[in-house]
């Protein structure tokens, strides 16, 4: 992850600047900036107008990012329907991460349930990044003031899904990770009233699974903490997220509930949607 990135480009007046503050050291080596020029019902002249000038915006961007890092940067426009085409540039681009900005307003949950980025979240086959946006497009809220990897929160659910995206995580490990929180919850809607007897040696034993995890980290020169709270899920994300001021929340696309629907989970897609810091949605199989 994070070595290839598509970034889903809405605005042709990027700034690749911003891009460039929040991905340092995280080990990027080539970046494609992807505007799409929306169009359902084609109008061929129209469309090419547009798309001929959000390609001489946004390589104007490019020119003026390429002179202040070695990330090679190159910019596309396509036209169609957004998140099919980002999703097929990522594709031929063989990225293996999407960066793709969310609105964030009022009512929040509601503006984000049909965009872009969620069809792209959905749907994808590569990693996700999404940084929230606020309506003005003027600054990304979260996490922009310092480097994408400096203190990420990485909640488990210890299931195979979640476990595998950790192998995947651990890969970051050798690009400037520098310090991971480790968090489990209990779920207190599964465990309240009738299991909450056993929380205490359920504890016990999530207590060393989440050891493990953190030795593989601290083995690899990551400073680690980990906790456990009784919590539901999303919340406890959300809220640890927020009190210990993170960097980037990294979660599993599905944990331990499996639906017939696209390949993520209830837990992820609400973290995805209320969080404020950037979310890296890992699509480990």
């Known amino acids: 992850m994070l ?12 700034r690749v600047d911003q891009l460039l503050n929040l991905i ?41 990012a390429a002179d202040h890092t070695d990330i090679s940067l190159h910019a596309e426009v396509h036209i169609g329907i957004p998140a099919q085409q980002i999703i097929q540039a990522a594709t031929e681009f063989a990225a293996n991460t999407i960066a793709i900005g969310a609105f964030i307003g009022i009512p929040r949950q509601e503006l984000f349930l049909g965009s872009t980025a969620l069809e792209i979240v959905r749907y994808a086959q590569t990693d996700v990044l999404v940084v929230h946006l606020t309506p003005e497009l003027q600054y990304v809220v979260g996490g922009l003031q310092r480097p994408l990897l400096d203190d990420v929160l990485f909640p488990t659910d210890f299931s195979d899904f979640s476990m595998a995206a950790f192998d995947d995580f651990l890969g970051l490990a050798d690009r400037q990770l520098r310090h991971v929180t480790l968090l489990h919850i ?51 994300i959300i809220r640890t997220a927020l009190e210990l001021d993170v960097s980037c929340i990294a979660i599993g696309s599905r944990g331990r509930t499996i639906t017939d629907g696209p390949p993520w989970g209830s837990v992820s897609e609400r973290v995805v949607r209320r969080a404020d810091a950037p979310v890296l949605v890992i699509k480990a199989v």
Not at 35 to 49: G, K, Y
């Open 24 to 64: 340092a050291y995280s080990g990027v080596s080539e970046i494609a900036l992807v505007h799409c020029v929306e169009s359902v019902l084609s109008t061929p002249a129209r469309d090419q107008a547009l798309a001929n000038r959000a390609r001489e915006k946004l390589n104007r961007r490019v020119a003026e």
């Open 3 to 14: 070595k290839r990135l598509v970034v889903a480009v809405s605005n042709p007046e990027f």
């Open 186 to 236: 209990q779920d207190v809607t599964h465990i309240d009233p009738h299991l909450m007897d056993r929380l205490p040696e359920f504890d016990a034993r999530d207590e060393q699974r989440l050891q493990n995890m953190a030795q593989s980290l601290t083995a690899r020169g990551v400073e680690v903490d980990y906790r456990i709270q009784l919590a539901v899920p999303e919340q406890s």
